[in-house]
């Protein structure tokens, strides 16, 4: 069996051991196959032993113990294993992004059985019930988004159709503006999926999008900065697509490094370079140093 062909097998277990049924033209859909194949994959699951319920023309696995215990051999880890990474996890302190990433994927595979105890469990909640929105094309009440950029605490009636790396954020339609938007998940309050269903996707795209993670139709310019060693660790820690618009410069005494990095606003890049000052020295547009100037006056500097 060809690669890509074990791991949609693989990922199609997974769905149908999460005690959800589905059709077949939703499996199509959500893994990009024709109903022809997800048929061939149902039946090369069947043949695998496990046992699949067609009730209603929606399938789902049909676990016996025996069957369970195979499943769990096939994805390395028992629930109770799983149970254990992530209370392993969630006393790792600082809560980094890799640390995140991997209690979100953990969670991806494990259909939520072991957050019970978790502190994360709401988060977590929320990209699940975003997921399922996303999987059935379904508008969803964003109920109390804690919004910086109006300063408001509202609704929002949007729908949702890609996250953003590492589930930081959700890419929506927002109903209200008409316009595609980013709503990061930790100002989510609750999220409920809603019965009507998308009625705007040809307009879903994602908008140019740079390393800091802001977004805009289009690039908005170019920076250049000189970075010092501590700065490029931390720009590559903190935000590792911008990796590839670092380069090194020769310098006799110290090591620094050219950024050379399109971005799509300046805000995001002006948090990290005051962020870390004596660090970053820019190099231009003039328009990001005025930015920066006027940036340091509000904070009385």
Known sequence: MDQPKTETIL???????????YTVPELSMHFS???????????????????INRAQSRYSLNLCPGQTK?????LHFSEEEAYILYRALEMVKGGTSVNEQLVRKLNALYDFRALSHLSIKPEMEIVHTLNEAILFNKQVNLHSYRSSHSETIADRIV????FLPEYAAVWCFDLLDQTCKQFKISRIAEVSVLNSSWQNQTLHRVPFTDAFRM?????????KAELSLKAANLLREEYPLAEKYLSDLCASESIH?????PVADFHGIGR???GLPGEVKILGPEEFKDFLREAQKKMGL
């Open 11 to 21: 990922r199609m277990l997974v769905l149908l051991s999460g005690g959800n049924r």
């Open 272 to 274: 990290f370079a005051l």
């Open 33 to 51: 196959r024709s109903k022809r194949t997800v048929y061939r994959d149902l039946e090369t699951i069947e043949n695998a032993g496990f046992v």
């Open 70 to 74: 195979k499943l769990h051999r096939l």
């Open 215 to 223: 977004s805009a139709p289009s690039i908005h310019a170019t920076v």
């Open 257 to 261: 490094y050219l950024l050379s990095i």
């Open 159 to 162: 729908e949702p159709f890609e």
